[in-house]
T-cell receptor, first 112, second 114 residues
Framework: QKEVEQNSGPLSVPEGAIASLNCTYSDRGSQSFFWYRQYSGKSPELIMFIYSNGDKEDGRFTAQLNKASQYVSLLIRDSQPSDSATYLCAVNPRGGYQKVTFGTGTKLQVIP | KAGVTQTPRYLIKTRGQQVTLSCSPISGHRSVSWYQQTPGQGLQFLFEYFSETQRNKGNFPGRFSGRQFSNSRSEMNVSTLELGDSALYLC?????????????FGPGTRLLVL
């Protein structure tokens, strides 16, 4: 079992719709969770992080964390063609100075 | 603040050669992590340095090594290059102060091994 799993996609959504990206992780003791966006040929850029159960909203983005079920998701409201990218989920297993493990990413395509 | 910088941006080497990549973190950031990104494997952690000490290491052979200088700049070295080492090498820096460890990535060095 991979430490961090994501559906590779592509996930296609029409412009204006809600895109839902999911990520599961294996280490139940994981402390913090990150979502990065990576455009083709570019380096990852942080969208948001979450470390408490529940929802965290930032503009059109909402991260949802459910530690009991070991999944974290990212919702993108009012999806735009400029949101088309690969979204990487990253998990900090035990907090502190432990290494961050990335999923392989989900490719999102927003259709105009 | 200036972002994370990496040099060189592109590199072509042949099998058996060695290569050194450089990373300058965001000013004030003391932690530098290195990742290898390939289409098939995604982002894989190589190692992390903090205050000139390697604190974490991923599952890569000993041909991959690194170091960090007193000004937090970091270098990674790959010896005896293999074709499979062709990848995008990303460096990320973080403050390592408190709370979730947000990493900021550099533009990467794209290495092609022929």
């Amino acid at each position: 079992q991979k430490e961090v799993e994501q559906n590779s996609g592509p996930l296609s959504v029409p412009e204006g719709a809600i895109a839902s990206l999911n990520c599961t992780y294996s280490d139940r003791g994981s402390q913090s969770f990150f979502w990065y966006r990576q455009y083709s040929g570019k380096s990852p850029e942080l969208i948001m992080f979450i470390y408490s159960n529940g929802d965290k909203e930032d503009g059109r983005f909402t991260a949802q964390l459910n530690k009991a079920s070991q999944y974290v998701s990212l919702l993108i409201r009012d999806s735009q063609p400029s949101d088309s990218a690969t979204y990487l989920c990253a998990v900090n297993p035990r907090g502190g100075y432990q290494k961050v493990t990335f999923g392989t990413g989900t490719k999102l395509q927003v259709i105009p | 603040k200036a972002g994370v910088t990496q040099t060189p941006r592109y590199l072509i080497k042949t099998r058996g050669q060695q290569v050194t990549l450089s990373c300058s973190p965001i000013s004030g950031h003391r932690s530098v992590s290195w990742y290898q990104q390939t289409p098939g494997q995604g982002l894989q952690f190589l190692f992390e340095y903090f205050s000139e000490t390697q604190r974490n290491k991923g599952n890569f052979p000993g041909r991959f090594s690194g170091r960090q200088f007193s000004n937090s700049r970091s270098e990674m070295n790959v010896s005896t290059l293999e074709l499979g080492d062709s990848a995008l090498y990303l460096c990320a820096s973080s403050l390592k102060a408190s709370g979730p460890e947000t990493q900021y990535f550099g533009p990467g060095t794209r290495l092609l091994v022929l």
